[in-house]
């Protein structure tokens, strides 16, 4: 099927920037003040979208041409209206590369123009453009190919999050939570890459992510949201919600965050929902901790089938990024944020979902639910907000045992552990790793071998503070209960092949170093 292809103004229709009528696909490429400012009547349109339809679009729009982007060469007049239009001439052999090229030499501040592309949690840099799918993919690695443009994104983001630290919107242990999170995903060794040269001093280091938020809204009906399960307040960004029958429901339409800081700002959030004809769920993620900023995922109950779609919400400013109509079986939903690629699913069945890449919200921690609707009929349930981590063959569970002083421990790409003990200084350390495999959630099964690894770590007199020891999966085997003593138990289920990393202390220097996958 032959599409057509153009730049031009996004319209303010029904409280939101949305697209021209008849499109399929979108690309943003508007500041963030563009996508801040609302419309009104005397400002009903902004810049600047790429635009792919199922009809050429008439005057104020740029016609770049007709067919799939990814075939069509590019063109000098390509070139030439992208120029005069976003003042950028991108390169590349195609229309989908010109679309790449222009998002990837984006403003890290997103004041004048677009915020760079950026890596998914995966490590690989994308452009999704609906029909199509990814119109470019490409691996990305740190030092190589796109880095100048990602680290002086993340030296925003993290000078950002070091501000909300003095203003006291964060803990400085969710900072350095953050930090121990870019180490993983890009592999880096030296947290120092991800920070301001200005703050080197001003942030001790990583400490290790372990993030997961959880609401079952099993409490008494209030007015009041009350607290999740790890113990974090919501609050109410828009509308007036509320507690029913053990359920999030509203008075009036809006939604909530949750008044924790994940780890990183790639995230996934989850809930059960019911919906009655015309009113809607939503989930949020990556929430800005003191704006109305996030990409949120909305499902819509129409008559007969329900409509999905991706907003960004840029201080309270919704911009329409991608719709989609369902007919889920199981009403669950899910949305997740990695890098640059928006993805929500109305229901389990991963066909059944809406993707969209934008480059606007970076860095933001938090996350939320909304409901657009009133009454008991139209409610959420069961939400779940998480980091990011990337998907192996099996998975890594782990419990503690018997280890005094152990307050952390992670989950680490790949198939490696770590955990962090407080030190008491002189005090010779005794750890060990237990490896074993997961054969159900809750629980093992005891089989004759098992691998352990164990090591002795002296600390000097002085020492205090946390460190960081580690080791590799030499070898899978099932672990029985009666070696759960004094050690840290990982049971890794489903990975014939384990990819090692090196986590060695370095005894001799009292220090300690991290090497990642490649």
Known sequence: MAYFYSLGPWHWQNDAWTPPTGTVGVLDFGTYEDCATPGDPSRLTRPVGFFATMQRLGSGYAFLGEGDCRELPSTQRMRDTFAATLRYRPTGRTLAALCTDTLIAGDPTGQERWKPLMPQADLTMGVVLAPHGDIHREPFRWGQNHTQQVQAVLHEDIGTLYHHVESGRMPLAGLQRVLDGLMQQYAVEDWHVFVPAR?????????????????????????????????????EVLGDLKILTNRLAADSAGHCRAESDLSGADMVAKSDFNITTFESVSLLVRHANAADTCYQGQTISNISDYTSKIYKRVAGVATELGTA???????????????????????????????????????????????????????????????????????????????????????????????????SGGASHTYSWVFGDVTRESGFVSTATTSIVTRTYQFAGGDRGQRRVSSTVSSLASAAASTLTSAVLIFVGGIATPSLWDGIVQKESQKYRRTYPI
């Open 199 to 235: 703050l080197h001093r001003s942030i001790p280091g990583p400490l290790p992510r372990a993030t997961t938020l959880t609401d079952n809204f099993n409490r008494a009906d209030s007015t009041s949201l009350g607290t999740g399960g790890e113990g974090w307040s919501w609050t």
């Open 325 to 423: 109509t369902f007919f889920p079986t199981t009403l669950t939903h899910k949305i997740e944020v990695s890098g640059s690629l928006v993805t929500y699913w109305s229901a389990p069945d991963t066909t059944q979902r809406v993707q969209v890449t934008d480059t606007a919200i970076t860095g933001n921690l938090r996350a939320g639910a909304g409901i657009g609707g009133t009454g008991s009929i139209t409610w959420e349930d069961n939400w779940q907000a998480n980091d990011v981590v990337i998907a192996l063959t099996g998975q890594l569970v782990w419990l503690l045992s018997g280890i005094s002083g152990v307050t952390n421990v992670i989950l680490l790409k790949g198939t490696s552990v770590s955990a962090a003990w407080v030190l």
